[in-house]
C-alpha cells in the first residue's frame, strides 16, 4: 500500500521530471502520505470535500428538491417524512464542511455520497495527489468511482494517476521542470494559491529533497 521509494524514483523517470520535484509535490499536497488510520485504527484514503464543488456538480432535481424542502421545514409549511429529514441532515453536514481533520472530512463526504455517490466522488480530492475526483478522464478512467477505486489500492496507484494529471494539465510539466514554482502553484491550487504560500512550500520542500542528495 505504501509506495516505495524505488517506485517513486521509476515513476520520475518515467514522467520525465526529477526525484525532488516529486518529493516536493507530494510533501506539500499531503504530507507525504495517501493514507491514514481512522477512528476504527484501518488505514483509509485521505481525502479533502469540497462542498461548493458538490453543489455545483449534483443534479438539478435534487438541488431543487433540497432547497425546496429545505424552505419548507424552515417556514413550517409541511411535515417532512423520516426520509426527508434524513436528506436534510445529510445536505447540512455535507455543505457546512471546511478544511478539517479526515474524520470530519470523511463525515461530510459520507453525507454527500448518500445524496448523489457520483457527486460526491467528483467533488473530493483524493490521496497522495488530492486530485479532484472529477478530473478522472484526464487520469485515463471512466469514472470518478473508477479512480477512487485504484486509489484506494495504493500510493502507487495514487502517484501514478497525479502525474497523469500533470502531464495533461497545460503548462504544468513545464513549469515543473523549469522550477517555475510560482506557475506551478498557480495551475494546481488556482489563483488564490499565493494566500496559503503554497509557492513557498513547493520551493523549500524541493530544496530539501534536493539538498545533498536527500530522497527519502
Known amino acids: 500500500m505504501k509506495i516505495t521509494l ?7 523517470r518515467q ?4 526525484l525532488p520535484m516529486l518529493q516536493a509535490f507530494l510533501e506539500v499536497e499531503s504530507a507525504g502520505s495517501g493514507f491514514f488510520s481512522d477512528w476504527k485504527g484501518q488505514p483509509r484514503i485521505k481525502i479533502q470535500f469540497e462542498p461548493h464543488w458538490f453543489k455545483r456538480l449534483l443534479p438539478g432535481d435534487i438541488l431543487k428538491n433540497i432547497y425546496e424542502l429545505w424552505d419548507k421545514q424552515e417556514k413550517g409549511k409541511v411535515k417532512l417524512t423520516d426520509t426527508q429529514k434524513l436528506l436534510l441532515h445529510n445536505w447540512q453536514i455535507a455543505v457546512l464542511n471546511k478544511v478539517d481533520v ?6 461530510a463526504f459520507n453525507c454527500a455520497f448518500a445524496i448523489h455517490p457520483d457527486a460526491a466522488m467528483q ?7 488530492q ?7 484526464m487520469l485515463g478512467f471512466a469514472s470518478a468511482g473508477e479512480m477512487v477505486e485504484a486509489f484506494k ?3 502507487y496507484e495514487q502517484v501514478k494517476g497525479m502525474l497523469h494529471y500533470l502531464e495533461n494539465k497545460k503548462g504544468m510539466m513545464a513549469a515543473i521542470r ?3 514554482w510560482n506557475k506551478v502553484a498557480e495551475l494546481y491550487n488556482g489563483s ?3 494566500a496559503g504560500g503554497y509557492h513557498i512550500k513547493l520551493a523549500k520542500a524541493y530544496v530539501k529533497y534536493s539538498k545533498n542528495g536527500q530522497i527519502a
Open 102 to 107: 479526515q474524520q470530519a472530512e470523511w463525515q
Open 192 to 194: 488564490n494559491y499565493a
Open 6 to 12: 524505488q517506485q517513486k524514483q521509476e515513476l520520475a
Open 15 to 18: 514522467f520525465g521530471i526529477s
Open 131 to 137: 486530485v479532484m475526483g472529477f478530473n478522472h478522464k
Open 153 to 155: 489500492r495504493s500510493e
Open 123 to 129: 467533488s473530493a480530492s483524493w490521496g497522495l495527489g
Open 178 to 180: 523549469s522550477l517555475n
